[in-house]
């Protein structure tokens, strides 16, 4: 069993950075693929990254390509996101997520443990 809590979010104006950050209970988490997915008002949620256990796999989707970066400290049983120029886009509940596999997906469905989420909010 996981239990994620995700920190970090806030308000900003475009162009500015944030970091997420994730922190997981449980012994296992060394193991788990991670992700962050977002969903904005009134719009399904969508993936935006993830990361294998090892680190060394990364998937991105499109739109935060080259913007956001994915990463984690297995140490700090700690996973982040980092964002750089935020867009108004970029606005949406940042979630958390976790698969007991090594292999991570861009797949909602393939996720068992999820964080509350934060809110991330990109306005001038």
């Known amino acids: 069993q996981v239990q994620l809590i995700e920190s970090g979010g806030g308000l900003v104006q475009p162009g500015a950075s944030l970091r997420l950050s994730c922190g997981a209970s449980?012994?296992?988490?060394?193991?788990?693929?991670m992700a962050w997915f977002r969903q904005a008002p009134e719009k399904e949620r969508e993936s935006v990254a993830a990361?294998?256990?090892?680190?060394?796999?990364?998937y991105y989707t499109d739109s935060v390509k080259g913007r956001f970066t994915i990463s984690r400290d297995n140490a700090k049983n700690t996973v982040y996101l980092q964002m750089n120029s935020l867009k108004p886009e970029d606005t949406a509940v940042y979630y958390c997520?976790?698969?007991?596999?090594?292999?991570?997906?861009?797949?909602?469905?393939?996720?068992?443990?999820w964080g509350q989420g934060t809110q991330v909010t990109v306005s001038s």
């Open positions: 449980g012994r296992s988490f060394g193991s788990y693929a």
């Open positions: 997520a976790g698969r007991p596999h090594s292999i991570p997906t861009m797949s909602d469905y393939d996720y068992n443990y």
């Open positions: 990361i294998s256990w090892s680190g060394r796999t990364t």
